[in-house]
């Protein structure tokens, strides 16, 4: 993530995360039907790492677009997390 990732902020701490949009069919997974009907599409996600301090309703700048973590997965191996996703909308 450090090498390929991009940099977002969320409030003054500055991050680095991998971004990519999901579509609606797999945001369904993670979001409410509601909340996908209300956003601006596309939805995105973001692999961070897993000491990543971020928490649900936190507002996120990437690429101009202020974006809400609506949803935080942990993916891991074993007994460890190795990373976070972070599922993030657009409603401005």
């Not at 003054?12 to 909340?35: D, K, P, W």
């Not at 990543?52 to 997390?81: F, M």
Request: overall charge negative; some cysteine.
């Amino acid at each position: 993530m450090h090498h390929y990732g991009e940099d977002f902020s969320v409030g003054a701490a500055n991050y680095r995360g991998v971004f990519s949009n999901m579509t609606t069919g797999t945001a369904r997974a993670y979001l409410t039907g509601f909340e996908i009907d209300t956003a601006i599409l596309p939805i995105w996600c973001c692999l961070v790492p897993p000491d990543t301090s971020i928490a649900i309703d936190d507002l996120v700048s990437w690429n101009s677009l202020p974006l809400t973590v609506k949803k935080i997965l942990e993916a891991r191996y074993k007994a460890g997390v190795v990373a976070k996703m972070l599922v993030l909308v657009q409603y401005t």
